[in-house]
């Protein structure tokens, strides 16, 4: 950066710290990116169904995913009850798999 964008280490007020602004993405990059969306509802499917696998090392990679990807961490901080919103999890889990399968 230039000593015009920056002061003491901050942006000058009115000027751009991105004056080209965001990278478009090139047609290959936008049509992999709408596969990978279209995608999503049967990667979570896949994810709900391996929390019945025998194997842990299955449960406790699908249940990672969903919980880090699939609900907030927020949300998971800030759930109440005895179960410590278990079951609230399970309840949006079954909801979710009802809505992918429609």
């Known amino acids: 950066m230039g000593a015009a964008v920056r002061i003491e280490g901050r942006f000058v007020p009115g000027v751009s710290g991105n004056p080209g602004g965001r990278a478009t993405l ?3 990059q936008k049509r992999g ?9 049967a990667a979570i499917r896949c994810a709900i169904d391996m929390l019945a696998e025998p194997e842990w090392q299955a449960r406790a990679a699908a249940v990672k995913v969903l919980l880090d990807k699939g609900l907030p961490r927020w949300a998971v901080e800030h759930m109440e009850g005895p179960d ?8 949006h889990l079954r909801q979710l798999a009802e809505e992918i399968d429609g």
């Open 33 to 41: 990116l709408e596969l990978a969306r279209k995608a999503v509802p």
């Open 26 to 28: 090139t047609p290959e």
């Open 84 to 91: 410590k919103g278990v079951s609230t999890l399970s309840e």
